[in-house]
């Protein structure tokens, strides 16, 4: 697939050297997805959406590290019994916290990869509304390497702050 784009790339670029009308625009999905507003939103929008969540989750992390050093404290005076069922607690509530983070980082990255998508295809629309606009003939997005005279990226989150 890779050949296969960089075999177009390559021939329409021989063509322009006859047509000497093609016109290149590039856009670097990176900064669209960090810099502009709507990815702004969005990321407050996660952060807003899990704060609870992950407040419980500190909580309970706390709860098992206080709970820990008491029972490091008590154990030498505690008898056999308090002792193997203490580290069973310690045990449970253990895996209960990283059932909890394990289940967040899982929601959390649905969410992003949500709300990441819907942003991609509204800065798609509006690469291809640029394009029309001004008449670009190919647009590329994360090149390795990109002139700044062809780098649309600016005018892409321009647009897309511009168009709530």
Known sequence: ????????VLALCANSVFAQDLKIGVVNTERILRD???????????ENEFAKR????????????????R??????TLSESDRNRRQRELADLDRDVQRRQREFRE????????????LIERANRVIRQLAETEKIDLILQDVVHASSRIDITDKVIRALNNNK
């Open 107 to 118: 929601d959390l990255n649905q969410r992003r990869s949500e709300e990441y998508a819907a």
């Open 71 to 76: 029972y490091e404290k008590d154990a030498p």
């Open 54 to 69: 992950q407040k419980e989750i500190e909580d309970l992390t706390l709860r098992l590290k206080t709970q820990s050093e």
């Open 36 to 46: 502009s507003a709507p990815a702004k939103a969005a990321q407050q929008k996660l």
């Open 1 to 8: 697939m890779k050949k296969l784009l960089f075999t177009m």
